[in-house]
């Protein structure tokens, strides 16, 4: 399977992984093979692409670390409490949320080899509540790997699902707005924070832990953040795990007026900036269970061939498992051949790049 973006799928190709709602329920399962209304409506949706079928590396699954239904159900908790925040100031229950984190640690924790391997393609709509919850499933593995308690893992979890629950009292015009923010728009964005916290503190379902990861999860090792301009050791440290989870997940993501970054450039972004901006140990961890370059991503190589990654090598994250496609010139190969650039020392990884092959379902 390949993910091409939207401007590439055409009608006779077969979707190789769900496309799934703002509500979490699923638009265009697996197997459907797309037609022209139907791409049409992603594009409306505001959707960046898809997994198709390529005939060449269907035989390969994502890394997906957690399940289907669990994912949905995470997004459609995250949905209910900002619907009903929207119509209502007063936070609600939290029992469902609470459910999706306890689903969401069993998954990881049942798979504990696997990189964080998010492939989660989004609509336009949805991005706050899967923003939310890949910020939460990023979260938990970093805390996996720092090797923090159940019970600190909920705390985590919870703060990281609702971490931006008060941008539901920011005007909706500075939430959405296409470029950059005004001096005063970007104060009263940076009131989030402030609003998410005095929602979440006090109550019984959520600890004041998790409260603090919403109210401090913009917060920098050096004081250049908000809202309190806290430095180092006095941000709490699972909030400093988010910041540096929803920095990645924001620098990765496709939004309206622009491309999300490939992952080794923003891994590249956290390294540099470790210690400075962010938790060392919290960046560490989390790389390391990243895979700089996904399962499913099209890269050129040094030798001038195109290759599919198919897997990942945790001994060497920037040498991966990769089938070539195409030879130099871009002849595609009749028996693409795997090669695992840790063994294979003459190939390396220039860059990402596209292809495009003659799709079959």
Do not use: C
Request: charged residues 20%.
């Amino acid at each position: 399977m390949i993910r091409l973006p939207l401007h590439q799928l055409k009608p006779g190709m077969v979707l190789a992984m769900p496309l799934y709602g703002p509500d979490g329920v699923v638009l265009l399962n697996s197997g459907v093979t797309l037609k022209s209304a139907y791409i049409q409506r992603l594009h409306e949706l505001g959707f960046s692409g898809a997994y198709v079928r390529d005939g060449v590396a269907d035989d390969i699954p994502l890394d997906t670390p957690i399940t289907e239904q669990t994912r949905a159900f995470a997004m459609a908790a995250v949905r209910q409490v900002v619907q009903e925040l929207q119509q209502d100031s007063a936070l609600p229950h939290l029992g469902k949320v609470r459910k999706a984190v306890n689903s969401i640690l069993d998954d990881l924790l049942s798979h504990q080899g696997v990189m964080v391997g998010l492939t989660q393609v989004r609509a336009t709509d949805d991005y706050t509540f899967a923003h939310s919850v890949d910020v939460g499933v990023m979260a938990l593995i970093a805390g996996i790997a720092m090797g923090l308690s159940r019970p600190r893992l909920i705390d985590l979890g919870m703060g990281a699902l609702l971490h931006d629950v008060g941008k539901t009292q920011v005007n909706r015009p500075i939430l959405t707005k296409p470029g950059p923010l005004t001096p005063a728009e970007s104060e009263s964005m940076k009131l989030h924070t402030v609003y998410g916290f005095d929602m979440l503190r006090g109550r019984r379902d959520i600890s004041a832990v998790a409260a603090h990861v919403a109210y401090e999860h913009h917060e920098r090792n050096d004081g250049s953040g908000y809202p309190r301009g806290l430095r180092e050791a006095k941000i709490h440290p699972l909030a400093q795990v988010v910041a540096v989870v929803d920095v990645f997940d924001a620098m990765t993501s496709d939004r309206p007026y622009r491309r999300g970054l490939p992952a080794h450039e923003a891994a590249r972004y956290l390294t540099r900036t470790k210690g400075r901006l962010f938790s060392v140990v919290a960046v560490e961890r989390f790389l390391a269970r990243l895979p700089l370059y996904p399962t499913g991503t099209v890269v050129a190589l040094n030798t001038g061939e195109l290759a599919l990654v198919i897997a990942q090598n945790s001994a060497d994250r920037t040498r991966p498992v990769v089938r070539l496609l195409a030879a130099p010139g871009g002849r595609p190969f009749k028996r693409p051949v795997d090669i695992d650039l840790l063994t294979d020392r003459d190939r390396t990884i220039t860059e990402i790049s596209r292809w495009d092959p003659p799709l079959r379902g």
